[in-house]
């Protein structure tokens, strides 16, 4: 039976699933490409790699899709001289590379679409992701595409639901 090719059929490619496997990848000599999963840079395995390889001027971090205020990611983009990760304060001397187009979040048309596929509108439909504005222009569009009761909630405030 013949192999199926995967995406990255690449001879030299590793795949770190675990996180001693990903932090080991530091300590690989010679140039390297890492490829995580964490877009916006706020935790998990890819923060050992910011770590070691923003301070040198010869990496470049690629970061893809939307980057929310008050993320690392974030920082990055907007020209932070440094950023705290694992408890320090890292130079950023790496190049950084933002690629929006490659975002896995859903656009404002692709939520309302999916929204009406419901079988019936929720007593509440709760706008909880994006930035504020983004948040409140959603919640708009709800009640005026769907006419559902639409609300972004404040900050720490709790909602039962029964």
């Not at 974030?74 to 020209?79: A, E, F, K, V, W």
């Not at 504005?133 to 639901?161: G, K, Y």
Request: proline share 7%; hydrophobic share 45%.
């Amino acid at each position: 039976m013949a192999r199926k090719p995967q995406l990255l059929d690449l001879p030299q490619l590793n795949e770190a699933r675990t996180v001693e496997e990903s932090i080991a990848i530091n300590s690989v000599p010679g140039p390297v490409m890492i490829i995580s999963a964490s877009g916006m840079a706020t935790g998990g395995r890819v923060v050992h790699h910011l770590a070691r390889c923003l301070p040198d001027a010869n990496n470049t971090v690629i970061l893809v899709g939307y980057q929310a205020l008050g993320t690392r990611g974030r920082s990055l983009l907007d020209g932070a001289p440094a950023i705290k990760t694992l408890g320090r304060y890292v130079p950023v001397r790496a190049e950084i590379v933002d690629v929006p187009a490659f975002s896995v979040h859903a656009d404002q048309g692709e939520i309302i679409g999916w929204l009406r596929t419901a079988p019936r509108a929720p007593e509440t439909c709760y706008v909880v992701h994006g930035d504020p504005a983004a948040a409140a222009a959603l919640c708009r569009e709800i009640r005026t595409q769907l006419r559902w009761n639409a609300v972004v909630p404040r900050h720490l405030e709790q909602v039962r639901l029964d």
